[in-house]
């Protein structure tokens, strides 16, 4: 079992839908991130949460929201998405935001198709 | 701005080879730290190496070698003994320091192949 865990592993939803997405880290860790991944193009980084306070939005349309209630989860909350936003989110996590050497660890991903 | 190339979208290595990744990177940080990643059919995304750019010597986790060549601006990984399981793609990335706000960027990924 790895230290993320994100659930659902797949989900497939239609663009009025209303879904979330569930991010948990069993790391102790302080920083936590959502990535994108399509296909063909580097992992895009989406936000970032530092001991559960927002520190970054990388430019993310307001149809994805985040949510951090404490420092061990994450959530990406979906609604009324696009085709295009079909792909591969990723959570990760590191023990903190700072360092050269910090390093992510990441979960399995959600693979998300919207039809 | 910071920029990672990987320019070898697909690899193929015969299995007991060695081979080599390739990975490129551009910043104006003064210091910085350099990842490779692996991430097979599963989807998660592991952790392998690290190289920081003042490091005096390359990098080295078990099979895993980076080959750092600071002024060429690469960092290389070395698979030696490729083994079946070693299939997977393969992502380089960046760490910038505080100037570009610690960001992490990864470059596009090489898929590697290993045949019996």
């Known amino acids: 079992e790895t230290g993320v865990t994100q659930t659902p592993r797949h989900l497939v939803m239609g663009m009025t839908n209303k879904k979330s997405l569930k991010c948990e880290q069993h790391?102790?860790?302080?920083?936590m991130y959502w990535y994108k991944q399509s296909a063909k193009k580097p992992l895009e980084l989406m936000f970032v949460y530092n001991f559960k306070e927002q520190t970054e939005n990388n430019s993310v349309p307001s149809r994805f929201s985040p949510e951090c209630p404490n420092s061990s989860h994450l959530f990406l909350h979906l609604h009324t998405l696009q085709p295009e936003d079909s792909a591969l989110y990723l959570c990760?996590?590191?023990?903190?935001?700072?360092?050269?050497?910090?390093?992510?660890?990441f979960g399995s991903g959600t693979q998300l198709s919207v039809l | 701005a910071q920029k990672i190339t990987q320019t070898q979208p697909g690899m193929f290595v015969q299995e007991k080879e060695a081979v080599t990744l390739d990975c490129t990177y551009d910043?104006?940080?003064?210091?910085?730290?350099l990842f490779w990643y692996k991430q097979p059919s599963s989807g998660e995304m592991i952790f392998l190496i690290y190289?920081?750019?003042?490091?005096?010597q390359n990098a080295t986790e078990g099979r895993y070698s980076l080959n750092f060549q600071k002024a060429r601006k690469s960092a290389n990984l070395v698979i030696s003994a490729s083994q079946l399981g070693d299939s997977a793609m393969y992502f380089c990335?960046?760490?910038?320091?505080?100037?570009?706000?610690?960001?992490?960027?990864f470059g596009k990924g090489t898929s590697l192949l290993v045949t019996p």
């Open positions: 190289q920081g750019s003042y490091d005096q």
């Open positions: 910043t104006s940080d003064p210091s910085y730290g």
């Open positions: 790391l102790g860790h302080n920083a």
């Open positions: 990760a996590s590191s023990q903190s935001r700072q360092g050269l050497n910090e390093k992510l660890f």
């Open positions: 990335a960046m760490r910038g320091d505080s100037n570009s706000g610690y960001a992490l960027n």
